[in-house]
């Protein structure tokens, strides 16, 4: 079945260390986004990528980083420069056009003790 | 800049009735799209309806519809005949056609509870 896999679903980690947060997509699509989701708050922008290689800062960029080697993978990693990482992320992707809907992947909740 | 603003934090319906979940867009761009996402407790985003800027017709799908006023900047989702299982968080989104493909912007949501 064609979708978009994140990995995992749940992470604890020390508060001061890197974290890395996979997310997976055989859709073929080119764009993949990653967002953060506070309680209470809607989602948040933090990276964006429209094709290989290349990704743009959302809103809330500092402390993340991104790369994009693969059309179907673009990992977030939340650095210890991130000074509230404890939240639920998502990753989505989608096809080109104002009218594409986005593909959500089924989250990540990180918790940084 | 978009901005996507939903007013009502929480609503409460009674199962079988209508409910209309409010959403309001600010955006100086002509060609734009809007979407509604439901989310459950299971935090998954499942895509429910989405209107184009140029459409003149609402969309429906189902159970759910998009009152789509342009003048007011207003794309309202009509839940009909609500069940139990439409408990859940409802975010309204825009996205527009400026360079390619630009994120969805969000709003901060709804909490929908459909009362037995």
């Known amino acids: 079945d064609g979708g978009i896999t994140q990995s995992p679903k749940y992470l604890f980690r020390k508060e001061g260390q890197n974290v890395t947060l996979s997310c997976e997509q055989n859709l073929n699509h080119d764009a993949m986004y990653w967002y953060r989701q506070d309680p209470g708050q809607g989602l948040r922008l933090i990276y964006y990528s429209q094709i290989v290689n290349d990704f743009q800062k959302g809103d809330i960029a500092e402390g993340y980083s991104v790369s994009r080697e693969k059309k179907e993978s673009f990992p977030l990693t939340v650095t210890s420069a991130q000074k509230n990482p404890t939240a639920f992320y998502l990753c989505?992707?989608?096809?080109?056009?104002?009218?594409?809907?986005?593909?959500f992947g089924q989250g990540t909740r990180l918790t940084v003790v | 800049a978009q901005k996507i603003t939903q007013t009502q934090p929480g609503m409460f319906v009674q199962e079988k009735e209508a409910v209309t979940l409010d959403c309001t867009y600010d955006?100086?761009?002509?060609?734009?799209?809007l979407f509604w996402y439901k989310q459950p407790s299971s935090g998954e985003m499942i895509f429910l309806i989405y209107?184009?800027?140029?459409?003149?017709q609402n969309a429906t799908e189902g159970r759910y519809s998009l009152n789509f006023q342009k003048a007011r900047k207003s794309a309202n989702l009509v839940i009909s005949a609500s069940q139990l299982g439409d408990s859940a968080m409802y975010f309204c989104?825009?996205?527009?056609?400026?360079?390619?493909?630009?994120?969805?912007?969000f709003g901060k949501g709804t909490r929908l509870s459909v009362i037995a």
């Open positions: 989505a992707s989608s096809l080109t056009g104002v009218l594409a809907e986005a593909f």
């Open positions: 989104a825009m996205r527009v056609e400026v360079g390619g493909n630009t994120p969805l912007v």
């Open positions: 955006t100086s761009d002509q060609s734009y799209g």
């Open positions: 209107q184009g800027s140029y459409d003149e």
